[in-house]
């Protein structure tokens, strides 16, 4: 039996309260990795919150180098896999919605920029996007991820399953006005993927808009092994990785599709 056990880390994140925002990280993190989880998960922008504007030039994290330095030490010390979420990077004038992913070791192991900035809140203006998706193995389990509105562009998370995706993670900063269509998002880019789908959410307001929190883990068929509700919270889910390879043995879609078709 191949098992991973999660450990989901759901925060309020304080808008432009950096330094306050990495205490309450650390001290999450070395928490969850106590209770015996091997990859802690962390959300969308956790050390800016949130936001767009002119400030972040200020807040984002120059080269990423401060978020590195502390999750590379968290996971070393604690020898624990940290799928990083996501950070506000600055390199030169050009902002980056960064996913850091490091190993046991403390080695940084995967990055990812944020491919597609949710337009309706002006993200594509102050964030620069991503042009290619990452893969990296955990414990043995090939992973990827993608972040927040990417879930809405299934022909992103596809290209990843193709390539023998296991457990796909996805941090985010979703209001909750649109939890439904989270909640159907997370289900479905499980379901036709064959895959685990990890996403956590953040909580709290950013400014007056609630977040929906409702981090969610979800097996290849689709239930749903974890549901938080809307405040900060810390949970440990354990996903047996075996079931991957019988559904996709049971049910081949990646063997069925017909790509010269469509």
Known sequence: MKELRLGIIQLATEIGQVDKNFETLMEKVRAVAK?????????????????????LHALADESGQRAQALLGELAQSEHVNIFGGSVAVKEGDTIYNRTYVYNRKGELLSTYDKMHGFSPAKENEYFTGGNSIHNFTLD??????ATCYDIRFPELIR???????????LPAQWPLLRLHHWQI?????AIENQM?????????????LPMAGHSMVVDPWGEVLLECDETPQTHIV???????????????????RKPNCY
């Open 35 to 55: 209770q015996g989880a091997d990859v802690v998960v962390l959300p969308e922008t956790w050390n800016t919150g949130f936001m767009t504007g002119p400030e």
């Open 140 to 145: 043995g389990v090939l992973c990827s991820s």
């Open 159 to 169: 290209k990843s399953a193709l390539q023998g995706i296991e457990l796909f993670f």
């Open 185 to 189: 998002l997370n289900q479905a880019r």
């Open 196 to 208: 685990f789908f990890c996403s956590v959410n953040g909580c709290g307001t950013i400014g007056k």
């Open 238 to 256: 354990t996903i047996d990785l075996d079931i991957v390879d019988h559904i996709r043995s049971k049910i081949n879609v990646f063997r069925d």
